[in-house]
């Protein structure tokens, strides 16, 4: 009788569970008016995101997203959708509840002028800690040769100390290889550190603009106080360095500080925003446009272009044997 009566309290909370996970086309309707709207409103170039809401739109009456019986479903459609006609990596839906929270409360936090506190966050969490922020290799080659294997970029006051040991680590090289294949982007919460550790003096090295034509001007750090590196840099790369990845090798190359070497990469350039749908969703929505100061150039679509075009199994053995002539 008891084991009986635990099998109905059971199906009772699994029912009711699954009934709280489904959504109604009514829904459905309200988060893609919303999500086309934020689209059309925010995204960096205009007349491509009034395309991209209008595209998401018509996918809503041809009842593209009505068969969708959850929100991690419905979130799997939408991003395709979106990413189909936009052909960009940074524009998508997210079901993310933790991310949702955060989002709602630096809002409250805004709204109630209240100091904004470091959140749990892709910077800070336990994945970040335990992938040592990124620094997945640090060590020393033949012929003296330093490498660094970076997984992601990941630069905060919380892995600082980290890349500075990495750094103190190769100082004595005589050559240095930067190992960003398959690294997906992130980014930096205290500046251009990683970028500063080789310019021996100040350097302009990306300008982001958005919609309006307002412009954001990414600079190497003054504050570092560690010693630069200025030997030879090879930084390798292929078609999946992504986004912050990228931005570091363009930067590099294009200030002729680093030889490029591999495949092209990913091509996402544009800078997202996140913006909370409801309390199931996020939309991540291209805002900025990032230029290689004083022109139009960038790597959105068409990717980092390397100097020295290998695949990628012989990228580091190609970069080891240029380095020795």
Known sequence: ????????????????????QEITNREIKKVTLKVADLVRSNYVLQEKGNNIAEYFLNDLKRGRFSGAKSWKELDSIMTKSLREISGDGHL??????????????EKENETKKE??????????????????????????????????????????GNSLKTLFAAMEF???????????????????????????????????????KNRNGNTEIKKTVPWLQEKRYEKPISILINKKT????EAFAFALK???????????????????????????LVLAVSTAA??????????????????????DQNALKKALKLIKK
């Open 1 to 20: 009788m008891a084991r009986n009566l635990i099998l109905i309290i059971a199906f009772f909370i699994l029912t009711s569970y699954v009934s709280a």
């Open 92 to 105: 998508y839906t997210w079901n993310n509840l933790d991310i949702v929270k955060q989002l709602k409360q």
């Open 115 to 156: 100091s904004k506190k470091e959140t749990v966050s892709f910077f800070n969490n336990k994945k970040a800690i335990n992938s040592n922020f990124g620094f997945q290799k640090v060590e020393i080659l033949e012929d003296n040769v330093g490498y660094i294997k970076l997984t992601e970029i990941n630069i905060s």
């Open 170 to 208: 190769v100082k004595n090289t005589k050559a240095l290889i930067l190992d960003l294949r398959n690294n997906g982007g992130g980014g930096s919460t205290v500046g251009s550190v990683l970028e500063s550790f080789f310019f021996d003096r100040e350097t302009t090295l990306l300008i982001f």
């Open 242 to 245: 992504a986004s912050a990845a």
């Open 254 to 280: 294009h200030q002729g500080r680093a030889v490029i070497i591999g495949e092209p990469s990913a091509g996402a350039a544009f800078m997202n925003t996140y913006f909370p749908i409801n309390d199931h």
């Open 290 to 311: 990032p230029f290689l100061p004083g022109t139009e150039l960038t790597w959105e679509q068409n990717g980092v272009q390397p100097e020295v075009t290998v695949t």
